[in-house]
């Protein structure tokens, strides 16, 4: 990829806790970044930022294209401009 392309949107998946032991949240961690490391590292200390004491992160890609629907495509167009966007909701059991 040259530096002058757009890097696409990178989606990670996963669970948060706001409290130890506490009820987990499903969440949509979206943001840009040079790399995988890089967008992990940026997902977690956003997350703890935003009040969570844990977070366990289960896969990681990059998107196709916009979201359909709102929050996420709310959330896509803070991404590509330059925030680190997070959608939490309840996971189904």
Do not use: C
Not at 25 to 54: F, I, Q, W
Not at 70 to 76: D, G, I, K, Q, R
């Amino acid at each position: 990829m040259n530096d002058n392309e757009e890097r696409p949107v990178t989606i990670i998946t996963g669970r948060v806790w706001r409290r130890k032991g506490g009820k987990s949240e499903g969440v949509h961690v979206m943001l840009v970044a040079p790399d995988d490391d890089s967008a992990v590292r940026t997902a977690l200390e956003a997350l703890a930022k935003e009040g969570y004491a844990e977070a366990e992160l289960d896969q990681i890609g990059d998107m196709q294209g916009e979201p359909d629907d709102e929050p996420h495509l709310s959330a896509w167009q803070g991404a590509l401009e330059g925030e680190v966007s997070i959608v939490t909701f309840k996971e189904s059991v």
